[in-house]
């Protein structure tokens, strides 16, 4: 058994910790955090020089041609820096629904303009309030043109085109969700920011007034198409949350050891290490769960849904609870905006909606485990 | 990233697979495949004797004991092999339960710590199940802070005469050996005044007296001593060099990777598939299916954490203690599982009988006997200090207990 990243993948993950941590400082993610840029441009560039943005593109359409692993391990490193780009909609998300569905065409027009830093891409999928449901599309497609509007679009006001589900009939099944892929510089399309609990990843909404759209993937297919998308993002997602949960717990840790009270070190109070070990067990929990999806989501295997699933949770609620528990350690300067535990906090929450909702996975994972255990 | 063993892990678990397949005792495979917790009871059969039976095939056929050095009556396994080979043991590795202390733990500190006249004596009838060992270190004032011990081991010309109590020892009432820790120095600090023994458990003086526990049930052993007298050539290390001896010991229980605790999960999921509340069954309730699910991950991801550590060991790496989670996070489970799963029951959770409605009592049983999960072999407590001092790297409790001699250290709280 060897149920562990490869010595080149580990290779890959040094060097791009030690490129993160030269060009997406905490000072760097914070330009954007105070809307000074909706998103760091110079990191984006250096992301793609890099590599990172194309590493499970193949060849032929400009990327790496590494794989989903390289692509994890990266990922946990993106989530570890706290990067504000455009990574997970571009590459989880409009990339991967590329590849599974795209035409030649489609795949020839975008995957290599996404490798090189050239184009942002993401995915148009909720209408207000909701989790990922068939039943809540109602943006209208017909006659090659699109009529609603969809919010919250991740990085929608800084993306190039996006993949959008419509509805393209009435029967009340998953058949009538089609995708679509739209220029969002084009006429018809209105965007417009939207504030949310994470300024490093800005969400819009966008308005669709007979925009022009080309379908990806056939009439129809769009749902399951989605649910595929999704479940891939959720693993590479899963990946950042877990570099997100060790960052906040070495930040807990660092403080506990620096920070003296009571004439000694705050870490030397049960109450506090037994707080940090706790963080240590979801981190750990989820770190393991990630790596049973990076191991399906490498090998198309029958389980990736469950395991995208379950490391979904397991590493949303991990990232939720070491970010909670690090501004806990750091007591009253854990509150300041001057620290950086509230940034993690913000990503930490931000990251467990925009999939779905931990409910949703929740809810997932329990149909899936049914199906195998009926199967 | 596979599952796959390599070419040699194979080979060995072909042999391994043909020996199990060929040796054991099949007609016990139904009842030995039934999940339980704590000890096991066998229908028709004492556990020690077909345990001893199993034991003694498995030595003869060169399996047992198989990470220990040829001489000691192993086979120089290593590590991953020894995984290896309980995963294809599988079932009637639950037979083995009889001898775990004296493999994981009282062997190891004999080979680390004995003579070579007392490793030859006695590795090679452990390994056969000819002998079971105990470990005597608990008592009832020093549990977490072992260290803090009171029986006492008073040299007389070349023997050592033993008094004081221990508890909590699984096993004394079966075991042919102990593995004994006693003060000898009670004028230095604590740690410094230990001396590790074993001695015959037959012995004059020794007396085996079953604890009666919370659960109902009896499994563990209080073990008292009066003028037991042990020969000096059974010391374990050097007088007052316990504390180190102990740790050997202690290190060795947590080594027990690969073994799977139970997390009630596969129980809880099949009960809330099966169980009617008003509005249909428990699985398709919101509430219950979100429960279901966070503990389904927790689960799942102590099951890929022993993976990881299977697969450091599969490349020569030495696991360490960040295997500590794996107690701490099922023995809480077991026990909300336990509460849960009785919560959807109603009032009639709380009946204990063997009707179909409360599933022969399993989560009413599961209930009574996890806070022993919980305490047994590390406290969550010391648990998460383990976690926070050794991997995490922070402060270790200040102790003020840690420079005053013994027998001036407070004995009541109040």
Redesign the interface.
């Known amino acids: 058994?060897?149920?562990?990243?490869?010595d080149d993948q580990k290779q890959l993950r040094d060097q791009a910790r030690k490129f993160l941590a030269e060009k997406c400082s905490p000072k760097a993610v914070r330009i954007v955090l105070d809307g000074k840029a909706p998103y760091d441009k110079e990191l984006w560039k250096g992301l793609a020089e890099m590599g990172f943005l194309g590493v499970a593109i193949p060849e032929e359409f400009g990327g790496a041609g590494a794989g989903h692993?390289e692509l994890c391990v990266i990922a946990e490193e993106m989530g570890r820096a706290n990067a504000p780009v455009p990574f997970s909609s571009t590459v989880y998300l409009a990339a991967e629904a590329l590849l599974i569905a795209g035409s030649d065409a489609q795949k020839k027009k975008w995957l290599p303009a996404i490798s090189s830093g050239e184009a942002i891409g993401t995915l148009a999928l909720f209408e207000g309030k909701g989790n990922p449901s068939a039943k809540n599309v109602t943006l209208a497609a017909a006659n090659g043109v699109l009529n609603g509007v969809k919010k919250p679009v991740a990085d929608g006001a800084i993306a190039d085109f996006a993949v959008v589900a419509a509805r393209t009939g009435s029967s009340g099944r998953d058949g009538d969700i089609s995708l679509f892929l739209v220029g969002l510089k084009a006429g018809g399309v209105e965007v417009k920011s939207l504030t949310n609990l994470d300024p490093t990843r800005g969400q819009a909404e966008i308005t669709f007034k007979d925009a022009k759209a080309e379908p990806l993937g056939a009439a129809g297919e769009g749902w399951s198409i989605l649910t595929q998308v999704l479940d891939r993002a959720a693993v590479l997602c899963a990946f950042e949350q877990v570099g997100g949960s060790d960052r906040a717990?070495e930040m807990g840790?660092d403080y506990?050891?620096d920070r003296i009270a009571f004439g000694?070190?705050i870490?030397?109070f049960?109450a506090?290490?037994?707080m940090?070990?706790?963080m240590?067990?979801s981190a750990?929990?989820?770190r393991?769960?990630s790596?049973?999806g990076?191991?399906a989501l490498?090998t198309n295997a029958g389980e990736l849904p469950e395991a995208a699933?379950?490391a979904r949770?397991?590493a949303t609620?991990a990232f939720q609870h070491c970010a909670k528990n690090n501004i806990q350690v750091h007591g009253g300067m854990g509150f300041t905006w001057e620290f950086d535990c509230h940034m993690y906090y913000r990503r930490a929450n931000a990251m467990a909606l925009g999939l779905g909702s931990?409910?949703y996975?929740?809810?997932q994972?329990?149909d899936r485990?049914?199906k195998k255990?009926a199967a | 990233m596979n599952f796959d063993d390599t070419p040699q892990e194979a080979a060995f678990r072909e042999t391994a697979r043909k020996w199990v397949e060929a040796n054991a005792p099949k007609e016990l495979h139904a009842e030995l495949s039934k999940s339980s917790l704590g000890r096991i009871k066998l229908a028709n059969h004492d556990i020690v004797d077909v345990g001893k039976a199993w034991q003694k095939k498995k030595f003869e056929g060169n399996w047992a004991c198989l990470h220990w050095p040829k001489e000691y009556g192993g086979r120089d396994a290593t590590p991953i092999e020894k995984v290896i080979w309980q995963q294809e043991e599988g079932v009637y590795g639950k037979l083995t339960q009889p001898f775990q202390i004296g493999e994981g733990m009282c062997g190891p500190t004999v080979m680390a710590w004995g003579s070579e006249d007392a490793k030859r004596r006695h590795l090679p009838k452990l390994a056969s199940g000819e002998e079971i060992w105990c470990q005597l270190f608990s008592e009832p004032s020093a549990g977490s802070d072992v260290a803090g011990l009171r029986t006492r081991a008073e040299k007389k010309g070349d023997n050592w005469v033993v008094n004081g109590q221990k508890i909590w020892t699984s096993g004394a009432h079966y075991s042919d050996y102990g593995l004994l820790i006693a003060r000898t120095d009670p004028n230095v600090p604590k740690h410094k005044g230990l001396t590790m023994f074993f001695l015959d458990m037959k012995s004059p003086g020794v007396e085996v007296r079953p604890i009666r526990q919370a659960n109902g049930m009896q499994e563990f052993n209080e073990v008292y001593f009066t003028d037991v007298v042990i020969p000096d050539s059974q010391r374990l290390g050097a007088v007052g060099e316990g504390w180190s001896v102990s740790l050997t010991t202690l290190m060795n229980e947590r080594m027990s990777i690969g073994s799977r605790l139970a997390t009630g999960v596969p129980e809880l999921f099949e009960f809330c598939s099966n169980l009617m509340l008003e509005d249909g069954l428990a699985i398709d309730d919101p509430a219950v299916r979100s429960k279901l699910a966070s503990w389904a991950v927790k689960s799942s991801g102590l099951k890929y954490t022993s993976y990881r550590a299977i697969s450091a060991l599969s490349k020569g790496e030495r696991p360490g203690p960040e295997n500590s989670i794996g107690k701490l996070v099922s023995g809480m489970m077991l026990q909300d599982i336990a509460t849960y799963a009785m919560d959807l029951q109603g009032a009639a959770g709380a009946l204990t009988g063997t009707d179909e409605e409360t599933v022969q009592g399993q989560f009413q049983q599961m209930l009574l006997s996890s806070p022993s999960m919980r305490i047994a072999g590390g406290t969550d407590e010391i648990l998460r200090n383990i976690i926070a001092e050794r991997v995490l790297g922070l402060p270790g409790d200040i102790r003020v207990d840690k420079d005053v001699p013994y027998n001036k250290i407070p004995t009541k709280g109040r």
């Not at chain 1, 058994?1 to 490869?6: A, I, L, P, Q, R």
Request: charged letters at 15%; aromatic letters at 14%.
């Open positions: 058994m060897n149920f562990d990243f490869s692993l717990l840790r506990a050891l000694r070190q870490g030397s049960q506090v290490k037994h940090l070990a706790d240590y067990v750990t929990l989820a393991s769960n790596y049973y990076a191991w490498s699933a379950a949770i397991s609620q931990l409910t996975w929740e809810d994972l329990i485990m049914r255990n």
